[in-house]
């Protein structure tokens, strides 16, 4: 098990940018971002494996980018171009399996074992 903590979360007008941050007991072999929006299944939003590999949900891809520090053990999703269907919680998730093993599964919940207790992101129009 992991310990995460995430940060960075808040309110913000369409087109406004965040940074989210996620600290970590240690960074494992596949790291993501998920989010959930109220009445809404958990949506993989991005993903980075160990050699920085990166994989996106079609609805971010070009606005969102997932990045690590390895020296600080933290995960980061710097979010731009913000739109209210961002709105959700969003949680990073640890697993041990190979980005680009899975193909498209990355963006399985079950294949992750670790989760953080999600910080909010709210945009308005």
């Known amino acids: 098990q992991v310990q995460l903590v995430e940060s960075g979360g808040g309110s913000v007008q369409a087109g406004e940018s965040l940074r989210l941050s996620c600290a970590a007991s240690?960074?494992?072999?596949?790291m993501a971002w998920f989010r959930q929006a109220p009445g809404k299944d958990r949506e993989g939003v991005a993903a980075?494996?160990?050699?920085?590999?990166?994989r996106y949900a079609d609805s971010v891809k070009g606005r969102f980018t997932i990045s690590k520090d390895n020296a600080k053990s933290t995960l980061y999703l710097q979010m731009n171009s913000l739109s209210p269907e961002d709105t959700a919680m969003y949680s990073c998730?640890?697993?041990?399996?190979?980005?680009?093993?899975?193909?498209?599964?990355?963006?399985?919940?079950?294949?992750?074992?670790?989760w953080g207790q999600g910080t909010q992101v709210a945009v308005s129009s």
């Open positions: 980075i494996g160990n050699s920085g590999d990166a």
């Open positions: 998730a640890a697993g041990n399996f190979g980005i680009s093993y899975v193909g498209g599964n990355w963006n399985r919940p079950l294949l992750y074992h670790s």
């Open positions: 240690g960074l494992t072999a596949s």
